[in-house]
């Protein structure tokens, strides 16, 4: 069972910005997939962004691109850098492990529990 762990959430300010961080318990294959959704209350996860490993091809939901970026720098890290963020940006985010270049949460077999992320006004 591999368990993702993510950090790096908490209670921030309009505009504020925060890094989000998904640590894997070993090497990221190249042939990963890697994504962020995330969880607001009372609605469906939703997809924020994903990279494939090998190539470092991104894509992002049209709410946060330009705002959101996904990175790494070693072999078991993913990063999620938030910029310029807003109320509607609040919820719980989730880094998942899957092989398919999808925007659905249901192709992502692995899952870490979650950081909050709280955007005040």
């Known amino acids: 069972q591999v368990r993702l762990m993510e950090s790096g959430g908490g209670l921030v300010q309009v505009g504020s910005s925060l890094r989000l961080t998904c640590t894997t318990p070993?090497?990221?294959?190249?042939?990963?997939?890697m994504a962020w959704f995330r969880q607001a209350p009372g609605k469906e996860r939703e997809f924020v962004g994903l990279?494939?490993?090998?190539?470092?091809?991104t894509n992002y939901a049209d709410s946060v691109k330009g705002r959101f970026t996904i990175s790494t720098d070693n072999p078991t890290s993913m990063y999620l850098q938030m910029n310029n963020l807003k109320p509607e940006d609040t919820a719980i985010y989730y880094c998942?492990?899957?092989?398919?270049?999808?925007?659905?949460?249901?192709?992502?077999?692995?899952w870490g529990q979650g950081t909050q992320v709280t955007v005040s006004s």
């Open positions: 998942a492990r899957g092989t398919q270049y999808s925007m659905i949460s249901s192709d992502y077999t692995y």
């Open positions: 070993g090497r990221i294959f190249s042939s990963a997939v």
């Open positions: 990279r494939r490993w090998n190539t470092g091809r």
